[in-house]
């Protein structure tokens, strides 16, 4: 049985006639469930020029950026655009024509896209970023499902974790220093979610557990597995 037969069935707890380098799958299948989430992501047909661009979003706090680092590596190190470099503290939101102008429209062309990055402590955009197409290229950050983008997503994920729980987790990575710009940040994201929702497109929901992640499919219902995928280190890793 290969590893991408295995996982559903290890998932599922089905009987295992298992011949892989391990002698038991559930040791292995933290690395294996992403991986078989990044080989369905891989063969999906291209949604923008000849790039699947795949949106993460979620609140703010979330685990956005730790999800797609480790999506990004089972990929074989894909390009992660994070949103946090396109937005700055006089738009926070209101970037869409510049995400489009710089990087959409030249990736939709098979070109290499430039982008300006905001420096969040010198209050400026610093110099510019190259990205050039490729496979898959994910899109990280709150907003990156926005109603703008989602015709060029290939699929969209959503981290599933309420808004109180994220905010409360940024809050305690960014320390005190940065308590008014997020009083200020919480404001504008209730905003933007009011008017512009991502989570009601989802096509997977993605749950961050003790020892993993668990991964559904999401209101979209169009995600890769066909079914509920524990990532983790085996059943205990289930939320």
């Given amino acids: 049985m290969t590893w991408e037969a295995a996982v559903p069935a290890a998932i599922t707890g089905a009987s295992l006639d298992w011949t892989g380098p391990t002698a038991h799958p559930y040791e292995q299948l933290q690395e294996l469930v992403i ?28 685990g956005k950026s730790t ?13 992660v655009l994070h949103l946090d470099d396109i937005a700055s503290h ?19 062309r098979d070109e290499t896209a430039h ?18 197409p490729a496979p898959v290229i994910l899109l990280e950050g709150v907003g990156a499902g926005r109603r ?5 997503l290939a699929r969209l ?10 905010w409360a987790r940024g809050r305690s ?3 005190v220093e940065q308590r008014e710009f997020w ?9 933007h979610f009011a008017e512009d929702p991502s989570r009601p497109y989802a096509d997977l929901l993605v749950r961050q557990c003790q020892k993993g992640y668990t991964l559904t499919k999401g209101p979209a219902g169009t995600v890769g597995p066909d079914h509920e995928v524990t990532h983790g280190d085996g059943p205990a890793a289930m939320c």
């Fill in 67 to 79: 999800f797609a680092g480790q999506l990004a590596d089972a990929l074989g190190g894909a390009p």
């Fill in 148 to 152: 703008a983008l989602r015709p060029y």
């Fill in 173 to 175: 990575r960014d320390g």
């Fill in 115 to 132: 982008y300006a990055v905001y420096d969040w402590h010198a209050r400026r955009f610093g110099p510019s970023r190259a990205l050039p």
């Fill in 183 to 191: 009083e200020g940040w919480v404001t504008a994201e209730q905003r």
């Fill in 90 to 108: 006089d738009e926070l939101f209101d970037w869409t024509g510049r995400l489009m102008d710089e990087v959409i429209t030249p990736l939709g």
């Fill in 35 to 62: 991986h078989f989430l990044a080989s369905r992501l891989r063969r999906l047909p291209p949604s923008c020029g000849p790039v699947r661009l795949i949106g993460v979003d979620g609140h703010a706090g979330s």
């Fill in 157 to 166: 994920l959503w981290m599933e974790l309420s808004p109180e729980e994220s």
